[in-house]
């Protein structure tokens, strides 16, 4: 297994501003994942961050709007930019295991007013 | 769209009884996975079974897979008032990267 933490667990922002959520796994993992759950939704992908190259995003979403790093095989980070009260979720990031498993962070609660 | 429907959206029950949850999906799969989600917090792996795999066993959980029908199924056995909690099912789709796409899940109440 993989244990995840992420930074901040919530925070309250201001529409217009930007915020970055950290994601480190407690070992070197090939396939993060950054996640996206909406007030009383399932979760839906927004992108899987690559170390070493552009992360790639699934349809809806958008480098410009979710830019993402993943500097090595233990850590990544999604920034939310020009945030709007809409962006206010759950974001999370999952790790996959050689055996096919993902495991997620504790998630990290997005308030925008 | 999403890959997952899961039925039912609610479910109430008693302590001790046995809780089923139902998850289809629409086209092939390496594996699902299914996980537990307390109060809006992060995701707990519970089970996960391959495409060649029938049933599944783990502690109190026991997990099913039909690839002709698409379709898993959660049994909780003996559940307990902290089994109280929100259920996904998620597919590994053949082909997707090991991306996983997230049924609509279902909310489980386990009463005293």
């Known amino acids: 297994s993989a244990v995840i933490s992420q930074k901040p667990s919530r925070d309250i922002c201001q529409r217009g501003t930007s915020l970055t959520i950290q994601c480190q796994v407690d070992?070197?993992?090939?396939?993060m994942f950054w996640y996206r759950q909406q007030p009383g939704q399932s979760l839906t992908l927004i992108a899987t961050a690559n170390q070493g190259s552009e992360a790639t995003y699934e349809s809806g979403f958008v480098i410009d709007k979710f830019p993402i790093s993943r500097p090595n095989l233990t850590f990544s980070t999604l920034t939310v930019s020009n945030m709007s009260p809409e962006d206010s979720s759950i974001y999370l990031c999952s790790a996959g295991t050689g055996y096919n498993e993902q495991f997620f962070g504790p998630g990290t609660r997005l308030t925008v007013l | 769209s999403q890959q997952g429907e899961e039925d039912p959206q609610a479910l109430s029950i008693q302590e001790g009884e046995n809780a089923t949850m139902n998850c289809s999906y629409k086209t092939s799969i390496n594996n699902l996975q299914w996980y537990r989600q307390n109060s809006g917090r992060g995701l707990v792996h519970l089970i996960l079974i391959r495409s060649n795999e029938r049933e599944k066993h783990s502690g109190r959980l026991r997990v099913t897979l039909d690839t002709s029908k698409k379709s898993s199924s959660l049994l909780i056995t003996a559940s307990r008032a902290a089994d109280t909690a929100s259920y996904f099912c998620?597919?590994?789709?053949?082909?997707?990267?090991?991306?996983?796409?997230f049924g609509t899940g279902t909310q489980l109440k386990v009463e005293l």
């Open positions: 070992s070197q993992v090939t396939m």
């Open positions: 998620a597919t590994d789709l053949t082909g997707g990267g090991n991306k996983l796409t």
